[in-house]
Structures are given as structure tokens and as C-alpha cells.
């Protein structure tokens, strides 16, 4: 959002402030995140940073459930998968990117979330250790795409943001994560992308660096849509 720009962040009830120049739609349910969500989009990019539970209550309790026996059982139903429906949906979004939280074989459930949901790129962390996971201004994690993957020593979670994403002045397009996921993706997608930028920051920046750089680099291109998403990261966990 700070770099100019649409960002909706869809948040769960959670007390951080909202980044200037972001549209925040709070929600309390798996239920209400899931239409907030497919209610936002057309989108460039998703990124789905939030630990949303897998299961409901089939029927929920309207009044407090009191004590009248020694144990009691729950009806639980799964929640929509959030993340696997915007991957697998018609709109043509140019990058998904999941997270995964584990508790043990991070990179062995991660790659199977990847694969499983069709993700372009899948960001995964270790928690229940300390100084990182939940309840923590830091953390360290392992972001893992199909051709490859990349580790992140601990930091705090706003640095961890920005290597994720910024395309930091003087690297090659080879080390930009996001960049290099997308360079994966086909020449068609890539048209798309461009189309994408053009209305995304104007259409008069669009014809300038069409016309400046005829030949640009994939990566250079869909810098511009990526980096916009650095406020969802910094806000949701």
C-alpha cells in the first residue's frame, strides 16, 4: 500500500492497528473470511498469512454451555479451505502464496501443502519453540516453491516481511523470492501481469516503462504488484 498500491486486508479478531493506506474488513469466523475474501477479489496477488481453524461447531450454542456431566463431546464440520478455493479458482491471480504452521517435518508438510493446493510459493515456521511462532515479534521460517527453496534466519517479523518481498536495490532477479516463483509461470501469464501493472499504478507509469524497457524482465514487472503486500504480512500472523 505504501508503494501505491489497492491492498485489502482481511483480518481476524486481532488488536493491530490497520497500515495506512490499506482497506481492513474484520471478520470473527472461518465462515466470514471466506466471503470476505472471494468478495474482494479480482486480485494481482493473494497471500494467505492467516491461521484460520479447520474445524466449526456444526450447530453453535447461542448461550453458555454449563456443566451437567463428566465430559462432553463436540460436532465438529470442516471450515472451506480458503486458501485451495482461491488457488483453484477461474480469476486469473498471478501468485498464491500460503503459510503453513508446524509443530514437527516442516518441510515435509509443507511441500505437501504446496503441492496439495496447487500453491505457487508456501512460507512455513516451526512453532510451539521460543522466540518465534505465535505470541512472538519474531521469527525465523523456510519459504519453499517447486523448483526450490530458501530459509530465513530468526528476525523480527516485519524484517522477515520486507527480505520476503522487497526487491532489494542491486540483487539479481534470482534472489527476489516472489520474482523468481513467477518466472516460473508462462509468457501468457506474463502478458497478463503487464496488463495487471498497467492498472494497478496508472497506465501512464505502464506505457512509460513499456516504452523505456521493451524487453523487461518478468521480475521487474511483477515487483510492483508484490511488494504492495508487505502491509498484509506485518499485520497478520
Known sequence: AKRGAAVTLVAGPVHLPTP??????????AAQMHQAVFAALPADVYIGAAAVADY???????????KSSESLAL?????????AEVAAQTQALKLVVGFAAETNNVAEYARKKLEAKRLDMIVANRVGIADGGFE?????????WKEGERSFASAPKTQL???LIEPHQGADAGSRLLE?????RSMGIFALT???VGATIGTGIFFTMVEAVPKADPAVILSFLIAALTAGLQAAE
Open 56 to 66: 466449526t461447531p456444526r450447530v453453535p450454542a447461542a448461550d453458555k454451555i454449563k
Open 75 to 83: 460436532d465438529l464440520v470442516r471450515t472451506p479451505d480458503i486458501l
Open 20 to 29: 495506512p493506506g490499506v482497506t481492513r474488513v474484520d471478520v470473527r469466523s
Open 136 to 144: 512472538s515479534d519474531r521469527n525465523a521460517m523456510t519459504a519453499y
Open 180 to 184: 523468481r516463483v513467477a518466472l516460473e
Open 161 to 163: 516481511a520486507d527480505e
Open 194 to 196: 503487464m496488463m495487471g
